[in-house]
């Protein structure tokens, strides 16, 4: 049997899936955890706008190719809508909460939409809080140099909201939203996975624990027969 663990994963958009294929799947991979990221809905469509149906539709897809992988999601919570008790979640103050609960509710309602498929050992959901840019702030100099403005600009943000994961979700206070304050020049893609790569994961484990915890999953995962 295969030492190798395999993982699809359901991401939001293109930078997503550029992220798991440049920077995220060959860090896992020296780890022999094999992931691949999985745009949602219809090959290029863009990001954003991210609906449960969409999502459980394409996470069934993966299920029931293979029974020998695991699936898991990589969505951002600031560009879901239409997800199961999502009003309620999003009134919950704490970022830790809010994502606790959104992974419970994402994983009762799949258990409960697609039986049969040992959801509850071969599905592992996530959120990214809020937003895929906010693993960005991990590193503020790093940031600070690739958007060419002063460190002491990236790392008031940080100060401001307390660490990375917790820099919120408004339209100008989003992760994404920030950065294009500080340069109206950032290209999510081109220039996001250019800085997401110069930081690296380690340094965004260090400083995101919502993404250290999911990424601790998926390191312990054990190859399914």
């Not at 896992?28 to 090959?43: E, M, N, Q, T």
């Not at 999601?73 to 309620?88: L, T, V």
């Not at 309602?109 to 809020?130: S, T, W």
Request: net charge positive; charged share 25%; hydrophobic share 40%.
């Amino acid at each position: 049997m295969s030492s190798l663990v395999e993982v699809s994963a359901i991401v939001e958009g293109q930078t997503e899936a550029k992220f798991f294929k440049e920077v995220l799947a060959p860090y896992l991979g020296d780890r022999h955890v094999f992931v691949r990221g999985i745009i949602a809905s219809k090959p290029g469509q863009k990001g954003g706008n991210i609906h449960f149906e969409r999502v459980k539709k394409d996470i069934a897809s993966q299920l029931r190719q293979r029974s020998d992988i695991y699936v898991t999601q990589f969505i951002d919570f600031y560009g879901i809508h239409d997800w199961p008790e999502y009003a309620a979640i999003r009134r919950i103050a704490s970022h830790t909460e809010k994502a606790e609960k959104f992974c419970a509710v994402t994983l009762e309602k799949l258990q409960h939409a697609l039986p049969g498929h040992d959801m509850e050992r071969r599905f592992i959901p996530y959120v990214c809080m809020h937003e895929f840019e906010a693993l960005l702030f991990s590193d503020t100099t790093k940031l600070a140099a690739h958007l060419g403005v002063a460190p002491k600009q990236t790392e008031q943000i940080v100060r401001s909201c307390g660490e990375p994961e917790r820099i919120n979700d408004s339209g100008k206070t989003a992760p994404s939203g920030r950065i294009r304050s500080l340069n109206a020049r950032y290209d999510k893609i081109a220039t996001g996975i250019t800085i997401a790569r110069d930081i690296g994961i380690a340094a965004m484990r260090a400083q995101c624990p919502l993404f250290h915890a999911w990424l601790e999953k998926l390191e312990n995962l054990k190859p399914l027969q």
